[in-house]
């Protein structure tokens, strides 16, 4: 492979439905071309004079028969599970993720829904609209809760899941983390075990969050047999990928009242089809894949893009997030 563009020679594609990444990169004056994409098509269009692509949600395959300069991906989100890595490997082109952008915007989104769960408050916003002052409630079971003493399961203690952790032990919880390698750990979790052990810790969780990535071990992680295990009073979070939960067994659980709630900020089909029937849970909150929406999104991504194209004019061989 020849040796990667210069900083005169260099092309980089921005390629994103709505974020603002060329604009905020103009801003840098770096003096390096490049160019903002805001369709599949448009994206398409670019790519044969394309050195370097940034992009995470329009990615397609066919993509790489119509960018013969290609040498760098850089994923715009933490998921990389869209793009053919044996491919990418067989024709050298680097891909590297977002990990860690937006650690902070996932975590306090997650921490978010574990309160609005817990406190009711999306059940307060539907009153709202009807104009229904609630009266107070005698069954205990249906009163709003606190979270102190409760014990929190996090699957994933990357930057997203410790974040989520130390936010977890200020409310009081209790927090038993799922992660790959436990030797050494020194994060804020109470207590870490390895995967296999996930479903033996399930039944004491009060609330289950998913922050892991979509890997053929974490796919479908949260199926029937995980709902039945789980407390008919605990809640399943996600600000993981749609795929690690089998949304049958989900609506299922919904529907027969095996848990108390969700929030579910992925689904396998986005946008959710207005056919489908979660829209019509009073248990469930969902939000439209925003967990990691910040406005300093794609300043994030672009410290990451420059600490790697530096890495590249250096012949460096390892990237910040490398995945390929």
């Known amino acids: 492979m020849d040796k990667f563009p210069a900083k005169t020679e260099l092309r980089i594609l921005f390629s994103h439905s709505a974020y603002r990444m060329g604009h905020c990169f103009t801003l840098r004056n770096t003096?390096?071309?490049?160019?903002?994409?805001?369709?599949?098509?448009?994206?398409?269009?670019?790519l044969p004079t394309a050195d370097v692509l940034v992009i995470s949600g329009f990615w397609n395959n066919d993509y790489l028969d119509?960018?013969?300069?290609?040498?760098?991906?850089?994923?715009?989100?933490?998921?990389?599970?869209?793009?053919?890595?044996?491919?990418?490997?067989?024709?050298s082109i680097s891909l590297a993720n977002a990990t860690g952008v937006n650690a902070d915007a996932v975590s306090h989104h997650a921490m978010g829904l574990i309160l609005a769960l817990c406190r009711q408050l999306h059940t307060g916003r539907?009153?709202?609209?009807?104009?229904?002052?609630?009266?107070?409630?005698?069954?205990?079971?249906?009163?709003?809760d606190d979270l102190c003493g409760h014990t929190v399961l996090i699957v994933g203690l990357g930057a997203i899941g410790n974040r989520l952790a130390a936010l977890s032990k200020a409310f009081g919880m209790t927090v038993i983390g799922v992660k790959r390698n436990i030797d050494g750990y020194r994060g804020p979790a109470d207590e870490v075990v390895p995967p296999q052990e996930f479903s033996n810790q399930l039944a004491r969780a009060d609330v289950v969050v998913l922050c892991c990535p979509l890997t053929d071990?974490?796919?479908?992680?949260?199926?029937?047999?995980?709902?039945?295990?789980?407390k008919q009073s605990a809640y399943l979070v996600n600000v993981a990928r749609g795929g690690c939960v089998d949304e049958s067994a989900l609506l299922s659980a919904l529907t027969q009242?095996?848990?108390?709630?969700?929030a579910i900020d992925h689904f396998n089909d986005e946008p959710l089809p207005d056919s489908s029937p979660f829209w019509s849970f009073e248990n469930l909150i969902i939000t439209p894949h925003?967990?990691?929406?910040?406005?300093?999104y794609e300043e994030n991504v672009i410290d990451i893009l420059w600490e790697n194209l530096g890495r590249l004019?250096?012949?460096?061989?390892?990237?910040?997030?490398?995945?390929?």
């Open 31 to 46: 003096g390096i071309s490049h160019s903002q994409a805001w369709t599949p098509e448009d994206t398409k269009a670019q």
């Open 66 to 91: 119509h960018a013969p300069r290609l040498r760098y991906i850089q994923s715009i989100g933490a998921g990389y599970d869209q793009f053919p890595l044996d491919t990418l490997k067989a024709r």
């Open 126 to 144: 539907d009153n709202q609209k009807q104009k229904i002052w609630r009266s107070m409630i005698s069954d205990i079971s249906m009163r709003e």
């Open 217 to 230: 071990q974490t796919r479908e992680l949260m199926n029937s047999q995980a709902f039945h295990t789980m």
């Open 257 to 262: 009242n095996s848990i108390s709630g969700a």
């Open 290 to 296: 925003t967990g990691g929406e910040t406005r300093k």
């Open 313 to 324: 004019w250096d012949n460096e061989t390892t990237l910040l997030n490398q995945i390929v």
